[in-house]
């Protein structure tokens, strides 16, 4: 009777694509699948069930009405009481007593100050920026970028508060700042903020600890500021994109010694941030000495983000700056429409990344203005070929900073509108 409910057990999770460990289930051969021409070596694909074995299964379930299906029910949950004296349990955390929301902790759970202790053990790191009272609220309602957050909010733009506040943490005034800008964000409308842009690839810290220690700080700081409000940060990490080229990654490696992927795990996987953009400017570049195409880097950053199952704690976003140059566009449609797939639709076919940030217009060190559309917002080829991703609308995001509108900030955002269904707004 057990080895039935084993092998039943096996035939469910074959048909889900679960692999069973090999000290769960009899160890299958290998049995490599077909891929399509060009798929890297690094990629492997082996059949849970060949198609034959699949229609095996399904027939084993289907016949006799679902006879089986119906027979194979789980194993009874076992419980141990352990107030029962004749039963021994492990010492746990806690008194055993169930409590409700409002109850009384266990005694001596509580920090002395009511802050969380930092990893050193010292208790200072905790930020308290205190709540943000309406009144600041209102007062920053009333601002040109309230206002224009509003505007945002009035075209259907998802919209998100764009900042840095790495410079305010260093100099010790994260929560003046995080009152300033959070009360931007609790605007209505406003969904999140990013707080922090090419994060680890500036100049700004020197060690993966400040690194972390900034954003663990700011973002408790914000998540106590504005709960309910998402927050984001945007980096690029090269080594992503070397694929299985082990010289590749260790060059890159050393080269960007705070870029490392597994710290970026760690933002998402404790919570600290809910969105995390990658930048794909360095794409067509970094990597000529291993004769790594951009789009083959892309392809192998995309398999590299799944493989580490980030979308399971967050939304990964890419961002290009990619269909912008001096003046406005120059590309022709069928051009504007082979760039469209390599940069927007394929990280989303990839299922890799949930959104595509793509910028519209900036301006270099130079005063060099580089758009996507022309002067005054006139229409072009590029923005043509954007408005055909109306499919994708939800998902398409650009910047847009306030400071420098191309016409005024209320006939930009509406602009926008026609092809971003999301916008982050520059503040400072």
Request: net charge negative; aromatic share 6%; charged share 25%.
């Amino acid at each position: 009777m057990r080895k039935r409910k084993i092998a039943v057990a096996g035939l469910v999770l074959g048909m889900l694509g679960i692999v069973v460990p090999a000290s769960a289930a009899q160890a299958q051969p290998e049995r490599p699948c077909d891929l399509p021409p060009g798929t890297p070596s690094y990629v492997v694909c082996t059949w849970l069930a060949t198609p034959e074995e699949a229609e095996r299964i399904a027939m084993f379930w289907l016949q006799n009405d679902g006879q089986n299906m119906i027979d194979a029910k789980p194993e009874p949950m076992e419980s141990i009481d352990c107030r029962d004296p004749a039963n021994t349990c492990l010492p746990g955390e806690g008194d055993g007593e169930v409590r409700g929301d409002g109850d009384p902790d266990v005694p001596g759970a509580e920090e002395e100050d009511g802050k969380p202790e930092c990893a050193d053990g010292s208790g200072t790191c905790a930020v308290d920026p205190g709540p943000i009272s309406q009144a600041e609220v209102a007062k920053a309602a009333a601002t040109p970028a309230g206002q224009q957050a509003k505007t945002a909010a009035e075209t259907g733009l998802r919209t998100w508060i764009d900042t840095e506040l790495a410079d305010d943490w260093k100099a010790g005034k994260l929560a003046e700042a995080v009152k300033r800008v959070g009360a931007l964000a609790a605007q209505p409308g406003v969904v999140g903020i990013r707080f922090s842009s090419q994060l680890g690839y500036n100049q700004t810290f020197t060690s993966p600890e400040e690194l972390e220690k900034f954003v663990t700080e700011t973002s408790a700081a914000l998540r106590q500021a504005l709960p309910g409000r998402k927050l984001a940060v945007h980096t690029v990490l090269p080594v992503l994109g070397c694929g299985a080229e082990e010289a590749c990654k260790t060059e890159l490696t050393k080269k960007y010694p705070l870029l490392s992927p597994d710290v970026f795990d760690g933002f998402l996987s404790r919570g600290l941030v809910d969105q995390l953009g990658l930048d794909n400017g360095h794409l067509a570049t970094e990597y000529a000495a291993w004769k790594i195409d951009a789009v083959k880097a892309q392809r192998n950053q995309w398999i590299e983000v799944r493989a580490r199952s980030w979308d399971a704690f967050g939304h990964i976003a890419a961002e290009d700056a990619v269909l912008t140059a001096p003046g406005s566009s120059k590309l022709t449609a069928e051009q504007a429409t082979q760039t469209l797939a390599e940069r927007v639709v394929a990280p989303l076919q990839a299922d890799a990344a949930e959104s595509v940030l793509l910028w519209t217009r900036w301006q270099d060190a130079n005063g060099t203005v580089n758009r996507v559309l022309g002067e005054k917002l006139a229409d072009n080829a590029t923005w043509e070929q954007l408005r055909k991703l109306q499919a994708v609308k939800p998902r398409l995001a650009t910047i847009y900073d306030p400071a420098t509108p191309e016409v005024d900030a209320a006939t930009d955002l509406k602009k926008l509108a026609e092809v971003f269904g999301q916008v982050y707004l520059r503040a400072e």
